[in-house]
């Protein structure tokens, strides 16, 4: 909102709320002004409906940061809901190079719909033949957040026990971490150790910087409910 537009949305306020709105000409101008730095971003129509959701919750004056904590809410609400993907098929003349084109395009598809002039895109409306399935999805929730396979791909060296139980799990077999070890009493996601007193000399093989899970915790975890 701009500061002309205060002195109308003041005068709609008072109808409900006499108190909101001075006497004076100079109270007044000195009100809109703060109340137009408050509301800067705020399109009138909403700061109108804000207004009125107010009064049908609370009793109390109306103060513009009411209006701008709405505003607030319903901008994260719209953009939690939007995946700001720029789905190809939407912007077929968009040039991937073009970085200058491309953030012109994602900004102003994220103000349309913060606005309400599109609606939110769903990861659902952009899901390919390639999305995950939704049984894999969850069993790689279990073990943490799925990232692309080229940043896994990069990770993988510097995390060898997480990036071997995303493969496990990729490839359709049962996860060993997922499940506690019955023999060494690991707890789930931490591999195996040794019962001896020097670990480091236990006789089975290390597995991609890990101790080899026992046989009897691999049996536990082809068990499991969870398992491929």
């Not at 009125?52 to 009411?66: L, T, V």
């Not at 692309?148 to 493969?167: C, F, G, K, M, S």
């Not at 910087?209 to 409910?225: K, Q, V």
Request: charged share 25%; glycine share 6%; net charge neutral.
């Amino acid at each position: 909102m701009n500061p002309e537009q205060i002195p109308q949305l003041l005068k709609q306020v008072s109808y409900a709320d006499p108190r909101i709105l001075p006497e004076d000409k100079k109270e007044i101008a000195g009100l809109s002004a703060l109340w137009a730095g408050v509301l800067a971003d705020v399109p009138d129509q909403f700061a109108m409906w804000a207004v009125g959701q107010h009064y049908a919750e609370s009793p109390f004056p109306i103060k513009p940061s009411d209006i701008a904590g709405r505003w607030r809410a319903h901008v994260r609400d719209r953009m939690n809901r939007h995946t700001g993907t720029l789905e190809p098929t939407n912007y077929p003349e968009l040039d991937p190079d073009d970085v200058a084109g491309f953030m012109h395009t994602l900004r102003t598809e994220r103000q349309a719909v913060i606005m309400g002039q599109q609606p939110p895109t769903p990861l659902a409306a952009i899901a390919g033949p390639d999305a995950v399935p939704a049984n894999v999805q969850a069993r790689l929730d279990a073990i943490g957040q799925y990232v692309p396979n080229h940043v896994r791909e990069q990770l993988a060296a510097y995390r060898p026990t997480r990036a071997a139980r995303e493969d496990l799990i990729r490839e359709g077999k049962p996860d060993p971490l997922s499940v506690p070890c019955p023999w060494c009493e690991a707890p789930t996601g931490q591999p195996c150790r040794g019962r001896r007193i020097t670990p480091g000399r236990d006789p089975e093989a290390k597995r991609q910087g890990g101790r080899a899970p026992h046989p009897s915790r691999l049996d536990a975890a082809r068990s499991h409910p969870d398992a491929a």
